[in-house]
DNA sequence: CTGAAAGCGCTTACAG
DNA sequence: CTGAAAGCGCTTACAG
């Protein structure tokens, strides 16, 4: 019956309950002053005729943005934040914000604000972003609160985040190579002002110098995040007139792109030539010879920035403005002791 | 100002505008009784004061559900969905649900279908799934349009449905290897109930029969869309007393599974092998060597299945319950004429 | 084409 | 702890 006649009202409920439309509302909005018995009656009345209110805020959601193109990495953190929002009953709305000079945005840092607050959008995650001042300014306003995972910029104060320990993962990915004999290791990167990028090559070189192997220069390329550049930076590296033995790649696409390189010219990975990428997304495991890559938990930093960012809202303090879950080293067939010279 | 006092209401337009909160609530539901210049007016000012109203139908959502993990399948139909979806002005809900047996799905079809209308969804899109008749119907009951993209049952006329032309693939694949000089190939398919594995496998037996080469009953196995089972598969048909020349598989990552397979027993794909795949995924381009595939415009597919979804939310006629869009060849380096004997 | 008035669904300050 | 009553934001049938 109630679904002929539409969603039911508080009236309906107040009825079937026998108390009054203002308890029934006092239920609703959490209350204090109902008794125990009659709060549990009338949820229950909620409960099973579907009450559903109207309004936004009955059916809370956050704003999942990516803003370049989607690829294992979105897929993995994407699944993360799923898995987390179903467990707290919010909606997840995904979309793409590509990173265009402020001028050209449409429609304005404040419009797009401000529509997602009235959209009742509980809090904004941005997935690996510089967030522009404007943007950040304008959810500010629009008293959105904001999460950036795996932030390219260094960890500000005002800006909540998760990570992961991308510095640590830079270092064990020298180890391992260390371990096996290499003395004379690359870096391939990403984008030389992602902060994550940044921590991959930091520790890596330390680590390797503090070894006595220290990096050279000319055997440092920072690029993009990107297969294609795996491709072209590998051709540069193993152009070297005193080529590498091993490669460390920013993440797993550049990696798998060293490889194909590698292949091109007949060397054999690991053979010929050692290959540790990041990340450790599907990508990883499809490679052949199997990727040893750092492996970044991005399902459980999408689970963690999600209720995070539900935190933020509810306006529970954080335990900081920024956490780092753990990288771990993955094994796999891509990495061997160097060739006897 | 209006930031201050919090959203803005009618009366605030009205007062602004000088008429009545009666017209401006005309304007807003687009009633027909209202001057053109007042119409004018009153929508100038409701934009400049960000009016969103309340309620979920100021903000329609569209829910897209994906089944099983999400891949790089996924991840091109999710952007042609956002693509539509932020030209419509629609926001995209993510949501993932397994497919259980119906008792143990929490909640149930009615609660969740009722959940999906009370929280403003116009339309479902499902991908690729054989729907559960409960669900359809508790979808059916709670008014929310469905459209399921890639169906993998055949398309029913009461479900409006996406996918491409999955037999017109299997054909040109046939063609492909035909044309190329094989004699003797294999089907390593997906799901074997899937409407789109069958008709890939459908069109490619028939043309390759056609052509007097016809595809032996044991060198046709359907397993599932994963890489693994291209592993497996793969070792089953290449251990064949009299081996194929070239294996079709029912997607990409079953390609690149089979590729993988014949690496590790030194056949090199694809002088002593041919292999091709369906889809044309970001794993396609990334397998070396580059894979020989059918592709599937999954981006037009989610762009397409997006704005039907949302004709169906309006109450308009579709042209048809099911459309495929069309298919077509991509030639890399996994296919070339068979090694001779 | 416009708006006064009645009404709907909900919330809240307050009397009991 | 409960509910009558006032009020808010919006919609709509209807009079002009």
């Excluded at 707290?88 to 590509?98: K, N």
């Excluded at 640590?168 to 990167?189: D, F, P, S, W």
């Excluded at 000319?218 to 930076?233: M, S």
């Excluded at 990428?277 to 920035?305: E, I, K, N, W, Y």
Aim: glycine share 10%; charged share 20%.
């Amino acid at each position: 019956m109630s679904s002929r006649t539409g969603r039911p009202t508080l009236a309906v409920i107040a009825e079937a309950a026998g108390v009054s439309v203002a308890t029934v509302s006092k239920v609703l909005n959490g209350r204090e002053d109902v008794a125990p018995g009659t709060r549990a009656l009338v949820q229950d009345l909620l409960q099973r005729h579907y009450y559903v209110g109207r309004g936004p805020t009955r059916h809370p959601t956050v704003e999942l943005i990516f803003h370049g193109p989607l690829g294992a990495y979105a897929t993995e953190v994407l699944e993360g934040v799923l898995d987390a929002s179903a467990q707290a009953g919010v909606a997840v709305v995904l979309s793409l914000r590509p990173l265009e000079p402020p001028a050209q945005r449409t429609p304005s840092a404040t419009a797009w604000a401000l529509g997602l607050a009235a959209a009742g959008r509980q809090a904004v995650i941005s997935v690996c972003n510089e967030i522009p001042a404007g943007d950040l300014a304008a959810l500010d306003r629009a008293g959105v609160p904001l999460l950036v995972l795996d932030p390219l910029v260094a960890a500000s104060p005002d800006v909540t985040s998760v990570g992961s320990t991308n510095y640590a993962g830079g270092v064990a990915a020298a180890e391992h190579l260390l371990a096996l004999g290499h003395r004379r290791a690359a870096y391939l990167g990403g984008d030389r002002t992602a902060a994550c990028n940044q921590a991959r090559f930091h520790g890596f070189r330390g680590t390797m110098e503090a070894a006595g192997c220290p990096v050279p220069e000319d055997l440092v390329l920072h690029r993009r995040f990107r297969y294609e550049e795996g491709l072209a930076g590998g051709a540069v590296l193993l152009d070297h007139p005193d080529p590498p033995t091993a490669i460390f790649a920013g993440n797993d696409e550049i990696a798998v792109g060293v490889i194909e390189t590698a292949r091109t010219r007949g060397l054999r990975v690991p053979d010929d030539l050692s290959v540790v990428g990041f990340d450790d997304t599907h990508v990883a495991q499809l490679s052949s010879p199997g990727l040893t890559t750092v492996r970044q938990p991005l399902r459980d930093m999408g689970s963690v920035a999600l209720r995070t960012a539900l935190q933020l809202a509810a306006g529970e303090p954080v335990d900081s403005h920024h956490v780092e879950l753990a990288t771990s080293l993955v094994v796999r067939n891509s990495t061997a002791p160097p060739a006897p010279r």
